[in-house]
């Protein structure tokens, strides 16, 4: 498994950008899906986007089509997520997941991811 720690979280006014770093340690980070999720207070953690292991694929929650970007570089063992157009109900904790299974495709499942970061604050004021 890998260990993961966010960056990048903070306040922002609405229309405003942040971009979300992941870092990971430990082996094989190139072999696993990556994904980011958040959590919003009194809600449940839901899905955010998720990218395959290649980096050839990612998706999306449709909250977050065309406004949010995620990537990855390998070679750094770091994930992204570049959030433009933010707006209030954005306002949430935002947590880097890597998949159980190496190889496995990107998904949207939670219970399909088993390592989790410590959580990142994203505050958008309107």
């Known amino acids: 498994q890998v260990q993961l720690v966010e960056s990048g979280g903070g306040l922002v006014q609405a229309g405003g950008s942040l971009r979300l770093s992941c870092a990971a340690s430990g082996p094989f980070f190139s072999t696993y899906a990556m994904g980011w999720f958040c959590q919003a207070p009194g809600k449940e953690r839901e899905f955010v986007a998720a990218?395959?292991?290649?980096?050839?694929?990612?998706n999306y929650a449709d909250s977050v089509k065309g406004r949010f970007t995620i990537s990855r570089d390998n070679a750094k063992k770091t994930v992204y997520l570049q959030m433009n157009s933010l707006k209030p109900e954005d306002t949430a904790v935002y947590y880097c997941a890597a998949r159980s299974q190496r190889f496995a495709p990107s998904t949207m499942n939670q219970a399909d991811f088993g390592s989790w970061g410590q959580g990142t604050q994203v505050t958008v004021s309107s």
């Open positions: 990218i395959s292991w290649s980096g050839s694929n990612g």
